[in-house]
């Protein structure tokens, strides 16, 4: 099963505002891809500096199909814009059978 792992760097006090704007982002994408299942997540070793790190996740039975997929790149990439620091990098892993 496909799934996606997307993190990118903003500004420390640009995340009271790029949270709560990525968290509605991903409800909007589990409400138009049914099974989708998003998470949000703050690096949690990295509470120094003036940047910080956001992982975005991204699950499905079934795995991520190439539309949902696109979606999520560039979707998700217009919608964190205001705060991006440098790009978004997506990583796509295959889940191994248990």
């Known amino acids: 099963m496909r799934e996606l792992f997307v993190y990118w760097r903003l500004a420390r006090h640009d995340l009271a505002t790029a949270r709560p704007a990525m968290q509605r982002f991903q409800a909007e994408l589990e409400a138009e891809w049914p ?3 998003a998470r949000l997540y703050e690096r949690a070793d990295d509470a120094t500096g003036d940047d910080a790190t956001l992982m975005e996740t991204y699950a499905r039975d079934g795995g991520i ?18 705060w991006c620091r440098g790009p978004r990098h997506v990583e796509v892993f295959d889940a191994l059978p248990r």
């Open 35 to 37: 099974g989708l299942v």
């Open 65 to 82: 199909a190439p539309g949902l997929q696109a979606d999520i790149v560039t979707l998700g990439a217009q919608a964190a814009e205001r």
